[in-house]
């Protein structure tokens, strides 16, 4: 009885969560998580989808992405919903409020939100103290950036500060550089910008690394925004730099992706179904100037099985999702393994 009732009880807090201001509802969401995840029914991973990426075993592709549970405080509950892999953050080193409200906004009739969260979270200090409490057994990912009064030319110590703090609880580290809601964060994607951030990075990661006892992925995650020549100047920097593997991709600026739909007053970054062309796009360039071997994780607009699909066909070894979770809940991480699992006991046809 207790997959029955946790799944009707779910479905019907969704209903009644759609009818709020999108972030109230997103905190009450994950308030019911914490509440249901003693009578949630953890799935059993398909065996033929495990995956080793990063040096990482993954039960499956399908994961959480970043700036759902910025805090992880409820690191638990949303793996109880059986993702393979939860990334956690956006943290920086001080707490910090974020953007002033309303931040985030509905696009009616398409799937999608827009949102200006602006790295809201309670510090780093307060994240580690969640993850070495959490009991989740899956991948941890940590997504690290800067605080908002960081100046850009200060902003690699921000970065350090993080890495040094969450490397003995996470599994890989995300790097962010792809936000809009943090002014003049996305110049950090340049060459120059990216360069000083990656190698100080990894420069701690050395002695880190020696502390610990093993190597954690550090990954880049990158905006959608790019032209085809940008992201080939990208995937070289990528290349030149050695960083483990990058994430593709964050919020898109580009209102005509749902035109007149875009919610009036609203400032921000796009996600949803929307994005998912163009993040599908960036995804399939990356893999042909990387390489067959290069890790990438495939995120945007990943609303349905479909578009699940197309993103792993697309060239992404991992899936995160994020709007279509919110909108769809626990559903969608069901039927999207079930349906990868389908696909890989008849061939991997899809």
């Avoid at 943290?91 to 999608?112: E, L, S, Y």
Wanted: aromatic share 4%; proline share 6%; with cysteine.
């Amino acid at each position: 009885m207790r997959k029955p009732l946790a799944s009707a009880l779910a479905a019907g807090s969704l209903a009644l969560l759609k009818r709020l201001d999108p972030e109230r509802a997103h905190d009450l969401g994950l308030a019911g998580l914490d509440w249901l995840e003693p009578v949630w029914p953890t799935p059993a991973a398909p065996p033929e989808l495990r995956v080793r990426v990063l040096g990482l075993d993954f039960a499956h592709p399908l994961g959480l992405a970043a700036g759902f549970d910025k805090n992880a405080d409820h690191l638990d509950a949303l793996g109880a919903l059986g993702f393979s892999h939860v990334e956690v953050g956006t943290v920086t080193p001080r707490p910090q409020p974020g953007n002033p409200k309303p931040r985030m906004f509905r696009v009616a009739g398409r799937d999608a939100l827009v949102n200006r969260m602006g790295f809201n979270n309670r510090g780093v200090d307060h994240l580690v103290a969640r993850l070495a409490a959490s009991r989740y057994a899956g991948v941890r990912g940590v997504s690290i950036g800067k605080n908002a009064d960081t100046p850009l030319e200060a902003a690699a110590a921000d970065y350090v500060t993080c890495l040094h703090k969450v490397y003995a609880h996470a599994h890989y580290v995300a790097v962010n550089v792809s936000s809009p809601n943090t002014s003049r964060l996305r110049e950090l994607q340049a060459a120059d910008g990216l360069r000083r951030i990656v190698e100080a990075l990894f420069e701690a990661r050395v002695r880190l690394e020696g502390e610990h006892g093993r190597r954690v992925p550090l990954l880049v995650k990158i905006a959608p925004d790019f032209t085809t020549e940008e992201i080939t100047a990208v995937s070289a920097s990528l290349r030149a730099l050695g960083v483990d593997g990058v994430i593709a991709t964050n919020t898109s600026v580009d209102r005509e992706l749902v035109g007149t739909a875009w919610p009036a007053g609203a400032q921000g970054g796009l996600s949803g179904a929307p994005l998912h062309a163009r993040s599908v796009g960036v995804i399939g360039q990356l893999r042909a100037e990387l390489g067959p071997e290069f890790p990438i994780i495939g995120v945007g607009g990943i609303v349905d099985t479909e578009s699940a699909r197309a993103t792993l066909r697309a060239g992404a070894n991992l899936l995160q999702i994020y709007t279509g979770f919110a909108l769809h809940g626990p559903a969608l991480v069901r039927d999207i393994v079930a349906a990868l699992a389908a696909d890989a006991r008849r061939g991997g046809a899809a």
